[in-house]
């Protein structure tokens, strides 16, 4: 047999398939007919084909004791022998053809290698190398650190790859502006550099506007590993606590000079070394003169360019007992530049929509509740999710006249952008209707118009109810919306009988309207039907449980206390199960105080001179029972102006009523639509004075359009 030896030739990065043919070119040798001299520490391996005699039958070289590099656990993976190698084809299948598997030239050598490079063979020996262990207490081979479970860096490109993946997984994973540039920390710390400084503009654009102050970077995040000390020649000049693993730097806020060095770097959106002539000049700019990075390739600093420009800067950094940066990492450091700052402009975007959501979703709910005598009221308003602040549910008390209140409560169908702008829209109309103090049947047949002029697609359900303190009724009118409830002061929870009628943006569709009686301490409770309603149970098992919800917690305060309304409001909420939230919740309480009929004087006059003098002598009267005589003087002065105007254009009876509540309040009414307007009378006018002088005496006053005239009114505080 020729003993002729071979050298190999990478000519594939694959294994030879078994069974291939000798014409296939993968893994083919190049046989020369000199031997050629192998270096004893970079020997390669001489395959032998089958049946050949081996050069010594001596035991296998030592390396061949440590474990492969792959093989699990570290095992031992001893090399066959030279007639049977890893590699080569059975004699049976191929009895004259060399097919060994394509070896590389050369193993690269490894930082710090050089003591544990194996032994030369002996003569007429060629063995694979395999790298060798790390000897006991030494630094591991691949990082040059002696820190056990250190990072390690990416020496091979598969390893780069799959870093990046994850990485860019981890940050495309945030959703908002912390969690991006926190995901790019984590992920890049302590796998790719041991320090992390992320900048980025402030304030940062939000889509294409157009910024039109300095370029300044704000630090927004640092990141480290964490360490026993730091270095002398380290980046971190402040010491901070070892399980903070976080960078402090004086230098929070930079401007970026036009013209400068930071700014060229930042123009060239590339990553650069810090070593490179560009970034020595521009580090100082960034950190300030008196911090320094470690030295050699152990910095990269990175520009964040969002869509339109340049939104920020990444200092990748290594301490100087680990590896330097490589070439291929720069490739790195720019495709996690580029994904976080893609990342951070899309956060900032759902940033701008989700404080608009916000702030649309807050404006078409109201402010603050009003406080109408008699009448107690709190309210809750819960979104469907965090992600989703905005629905089409909303609540409304509006006073009317006579010392009224319209109760409203209404669900557009859905939970986005639209449905709370229609929801706007009808909230709006709700409001114009009660104000000219039609009723409520009325009011819904004009918001179910209204609907249909929005769109033909248009649906919601509403409940209006209007509270009178005086009489202790309510009037409630249904548009496909759920039962409210009452809770008596005796702790009996009790569904009202409403006829349901069709939702809003049927069309053509009557609704009824029913009167109730409305005791003093009572507490009635509108909601939606994300209160009751879930993907868990329907929406009469819902109200069931609202029901006995309330009794219960009513059995708490006892008979003779109803309960808080505000406790009242939590304690319905917390029925709420986890799985319950499929919908937004708004929920209006008002607990029924009521007027006594001892506090309220009612009087009809006939619209004659002789009323105003009438009138001032009735209230005298009222006011002397009541014991309010302090306030005698005022009522009868701003009584007669009131009067008189409504005895000049009246046609009907004209009516008078004086409340005691925590305030004293007059209302005349008369028959003329048209609504009186506060103007400055001139010096030769002979009226136009009466209103002046309510403004100023009264501590609130107004005027409302009813169905049949107008209602004028004024307060007066009491003593």
Request: aromatic share 4%; glycine share 10%; proline share 10%.
């Amino acid at each position: 047999m020729d003993s002729t030896r071979v050298t190999e030739h990478p000519t594939s990065h694959e294994r030879p398939q078994p069974g291939g043919g000798p014409a296939e070119p993968r893994g083919a040798l190049l046989r020369t007919p000199e031997p050629l001299t192998v270096q004893p520490a970079t020997a390669l391996p001489a395959q032998t084909r089958a049946g050949d005699t081996p050069a010594s039958s001596a035991a296998p070289p030592p390396c061949a004791q440590h474990g492969s590099p792959g093989s699990p656990g570290g095992a031992s993976t001893p090399l066959p022998a030279a007639g049977g190698t890893e590699h080569s084809q059975p004699a049976a299948d191929e009895p004259d053809t060399h097919r060994p598997r394509p070896a590389p030239e050369v193993i690269p050598v490894q930082p710090s290698g050089e003591q544990n490079r194996p032994a030369a063979p002996p003569e007429g020996k060629v063995r694979r190398s395999l790298p060798p262990a790390a000897p006991p207490g030494g630094k591991e081979r691949r990082t040059g650190q002696g820190r056990p479970g250190g990072p390690m860096p990416m020496r091979r490109d598969g390893d780069r790859l799959r870093f990046v993946g994850a990485a860019t997984r981890r940050i495309a994973r945030g959703i908002d502006l912390d969690e991006i540039v926190m995901g790019l920390c984590r992920a890049t710390v302590p796998t790719f550099s041991d320090a992390i400084l992320v900048y980025l503009r402030d304030p940062l654009p939000v889509g294409d506007e157009r910024p039109t102050g300095p370029l300044v970077l704000r630090l927004r995040r640092t990141d480290r590993i964490p360490q026993e000390r730091d270095l002398e020649d380290g980046i971190l000049p402040v010491p901070v606590p070892e399980d903070s693993g976080v960078v402090e730097l004086s230098n929070e806020l930079c401007e970026v000079r036009p013209g400068g060095a930071l700014a060229e770097v930042l123009r060239g959106v590339r990553p650069v070394f810090a070593d490179a002539p560009a970034a020595r000049a521009a580090l100082p700019e960034l950190l300030g003169d008196d911090l320094a990075v470690p030295p050699g390739q152990r910095a990269i600093l990175a520009p964040l360019r969002g869509r339109r420009r340049v939104i920020g800067a990444v200092l990748f950094l290594r301490r100087a007992e680990r590896l330097a940066f490589e070439a291929d990492d720069l490739l790195v450091a720019a495709q996690l530049a580029t994904h976080s700052a893609l990342g951070i402009d899309k956060a900032v975007l759902y940033g701008r929509e989700a404080y608009i959501a916000d702030e649309l979703q807050r404006t078409m709910l109201p402010e603050t509740l009003p406080n109408p005598t008699g009448v107690r009221l709190a309210s809750r308003y819960l979104p469907a999710a965090e992600t989703a602040r905005v629905g089409g549910d909303w609540y409304d008390a509006i006073p009317l006249p006579g010392s009224r209140v319209a109760l409203v409560v209404g669900d557009v169908m859905g939970h986005s952008m639209t449905s709370a702008a229609i929801m706007g829209q009808l909230r709006t109309t709700a409001q114009t209707l009660a104000g000219l103090d039609l009723p409520p049947q009325e009011v819904l047949h004009h918001l179910d118009e209204q609907a249909q002029r929005l769109g033909t697609d248009r649906m919601a359900t509403c409940l209006y109810a209007v509270y009178d303190p005086v009489s202790h009724r309510i009037t409630i009118a249904n548009a496909g919306h759920p039962p409210p409830v009452l809770l008596h002061l005796g702790g009996r929870a009790e569904v009202l009988r409403v006829p349901a009628g069709a939702p809003i943006g049927v069309g053509g569709v009557d609704f009824e309207a029913v009167e109730l009686d409305a005791p003093a301490g009572a507490t009635l409770l509108l909601y939606t039907d994300g209160l009751v309603e879930s993907r868990l149970r329907d929406v009469w098992t819902g109200i069931e449980q609202l029901r006995e919800k309330l009794a219960a917690t009513a059995r708490i305060t006892g008979a003779d206390h109803p309960p808080p309304l505000e406790a009242l409001c939590d304690e319905v909420l917390d029925m709420l199960g986890p799985g319950d939230r499929d919908d937004d919740i708004a929920l209006l309480a008002a607990r029924f105080d009521g007027i006594a009929p001892s506090d309220v004087a009612y009087w009809v006059l006939e619209p004659e001179d002789a009323a105003p003098s009438r009138a001032r002598r009735l209230a005298r009267r009222a006011l002397d029972r009541w014991g309010l005589q302090e306030l005698t003087d005022s009522v009868e002065l701003l009584v007669s102006e009131v009067v008189t105007n409504a005895v000049r254009y009246a046609t009907r009876p004209i009516t008078l009523r004086l409340l005691r509540t925590d305030v004293l309040r007059c209302e005349v009414g008369d028959d003329v639509p048209q609504l009186p307007r506060l103007r400055q009378a001139r010096a030769t006018d002979e009226g136009g004075r009466g209103l002046y002088l309510v403004n100023r005496l009264a501590r609130r006053w107004g005027a409302t359009r009813l169905s049949t005239g107008k209602v004028v009114w004024f307060e007066l505080n009491r003593g």
